[in-house]
């Protein structure tokens, strides 16, 4: 994982590279690949940007897809363990032991999705202030590429 800091103007504008984050491969100028990444922020750093649009491979793409469904099923099960006692009548010690299950499963689930997300994604975006910004890139080749591209602002 390779980190970069880049100290640029208020409004976050990046060149962004031309090959996959997730997996170095050539970009697909296809919409359905595109991923939202979150930006995580310091707590002293005020912004309206919550995310940024990635471009994904097509591989990488269908995999990202894959995991929001698993994403799906996941808040499918806890909302059926959390919501089926109230709207089923399920009162028995059993029923109750099948809806913990289901809830308990919906959040591993999750868990790794999660992560699976990120590792697919490939890019980790932070905000520290104003001006500067950290990106970890999980590819060390996308990473130099992005630090060519935005070299005047790049700080290491």
């Given at each position: 994982m390779k980190q970069v800091l880049i100290d640029s103007n208020p409004s976050g504008r990046f060149t962004m590279p031309t090959k996959c984050p997730?997996?170095?491969?050539?970009?697909?100028?296809?919409?359905?690949?595109?991923?939202?990444?979150?930006?995580?922020?310091?707590?002293?750093?005020?912004?309206?940007?919550?995310?940024?649009?990635?471009?994904?491979?097509?591989?990488?793409?269908?995999?990202?897809?894959?995991?929001?469904?698993?994403?799906?099923?996941?808040?499918?099960?806890?909302?059926?363990?959390l919501l089926g006692p109230v709207f089923f009548g399920m009162s028995t010690p059993p029923q109750m032991a099948q809806a913990g299950?289901?809830?308990?499963?919906?959040?591993?689930?999750?868990?790794?999705a999660d992560r699976n997300k990120k590792k697919r994604v490939g890019i980790r975006c932070k905000r520290l202030s104003k001006r500067e910004w950290e990106f970890r890139f999980e590819n060390d080749a996308v990473a130099d590429e992005f630090q060519k591209a935005n070299s005047p602002e790049a700080v290491r």
């Open positions: 997730g997996c170095g491969g050539p970009l697909e100028k296809n919409p359905l690949t595109q991923s939202e990444i979150k930006i995580e922020k310091a707590s002293s750093v005020v912004s309206d940007l919550k995310s940024l649009s990635i471009g994904l491979c097509d591989g990488c793409g269908k995999k990202l897809s894959s995991i929001k469904m698993m994403t799906n099923i996941a808040l499918a099960l806890i909302g059926f363990g299950v289901s809830v308990c499963m919906g959040l591993v689930l999750l868990w790794v």
